[in-house]
């Protein structure tokens, strides 16, 4: 008789970080477009309008998929009034009539649509990266306009709710393209954005106006109803404000897609003109090999032909400068030019210090020492000068510190290469892998650098320095502040304050926080990258000019 197995069941499979990071990020990105919960979606659905991302998707070419940038904007924001999920607005591009287009749609479910500070910010953001790149625009308008109870953190300063509308003005003045569908409402200072674009469709029962029926009654006593006021038919026959009424949203947008299709193509930017056949990169899951936390090594070369076509890569110095890896490859038959962090271990051979011979030491990767800078400021310019936009993968801990890293010129010589980031004149993109610690931020083209797109996987942490060293330094500067005011901490207050200085420390870490903020345009799965990059790419072929390079005074 078969004796009934008694042994215990194999333990399941064992987590990775990795599987936890990608499932929170895939849940928190609902949450983030679930906008202002199910009951103001069906709110604007009893309106007969569709939601943000429903009119979008009914606008782009059918399989096609949307890039949305800025997902997070307002994350964990403004919790005291309700939050304000995604900034209230969605962005992103995507595919209309064959074409690239940035598209800008006010979400109604949140706030009615309202601005928030965060709202115009990242409505900037995505205008700025349209006129980069020379993207059309579509906007899809439906708000009530600046949130009132923060007019005076949204309204009056340089990128402000004002900024949008001089953004509006620039672009059409460069000739880039720009559409907008009112399908709600357009009030107040917002009314300036769509009548400021090239052509100007209103839905029937939507409002267009400076002031509302209620504020026109308490300003100047009239009494006149929405309609009269600014209805899409008033607009459309006696104004003459809009260009095309539409009965509802769907015909909005048919319209759209129409008159997209008839825009002139511009010429392509010099690099595009000089795309091949896109071949497959090999396969491999990035996940295996960058780990989550950081104290993983790997070669970062393998990162980087995971990445291009056919897995070639055409590395410049490659035995000099090793922490920091430059070279040529394609990616979507793109040409690009690399610039990544190096995380390996390296043993460095070093020049004869008066005994025979070389010395060596060993250099940790992830740091820039001053041979790394000279040779990625110098590649740098060499890409300027072939016209090769620049890719910066970005796993920095920051430049050498130390008697022998200053006495060598560490800080002449990484000045040099924040100049050749600063005044590079190809599309930068950087895609931030893992640390983007301190001035290795700027060195590998941080926010501050004028990147065309900025991505930072689940892993990456943005901060001046990393987790432990930030809280150890600011418990040492609480601890000194206790005792010249006469308190004697003992180990459990010790104790207490580095946990509460860490975990505050650590949340600032999270990509999330950076992305809220739009430190980040946005958190990209790993195995989503070479995909990213390719589309990120031809979004800025579609700019033909390309300025003189110069780097005015360069440390040598």
Known sequence: MTQPDTSAPPAPPTRSAWQDALERLATDRLTVHAGGGAKAQQRQHDKNRLTARERIRQLLDDGTPFDELMTFAGWEMYQDVGGCPSGGTVTGIGQIQGRPWMIIANDATVKAGAFFPITAKKVIRAQTIALENHLPVVYLVDSAGVYLPMQDEIFPDQDDFGRVFYLNARMSARGIPQIAAIMGNCVAGGAYLPVMCDTLIMTEGSGLYLAGPALVKAAIGQVVDSEDLGGASMHASIAGTVDYKEPDDAAALRR???????????????????RKETLPAPERDLTDLVGFDGSKTYDVRDLITALVDGGEFHEFKAEYGETLVCGFARAGGFPVAFVANQRTVIKKKLKAGGEPGLRTRIEVGGVIYGDSADKAARFIMDANQAGVPLVFLSDVTGFMVGRDSE??????????????????????????????????????NGKAYAPRFLFAWPSAKYAVMSGNAAAKTLMDIQLAALKRAGTEPDDEDILRLYDEVKSKYDTELDPRYAAARLWVDEIIPPNDTRDRLIRALEACAQNPHQDEFRVGVFQV
């Open 256 to 274: 759209i897609r129409a008159l997209a299709d008839l825009y002139a193509q511009g010429e392509s930017a010099p690099f595009a003109r000089r």
């Open 407 to 444: 006495q060598e010129g560490i800080i002449r010589r990484g000045a040099k290469l924040v100049n050749a980031v600063s005044n590079t004149v190809v599309p930068k993109i950087t895609i931030i892998t893992g640390g983007s610690f301190g001035a290795g931020n700027y060195a590998m």
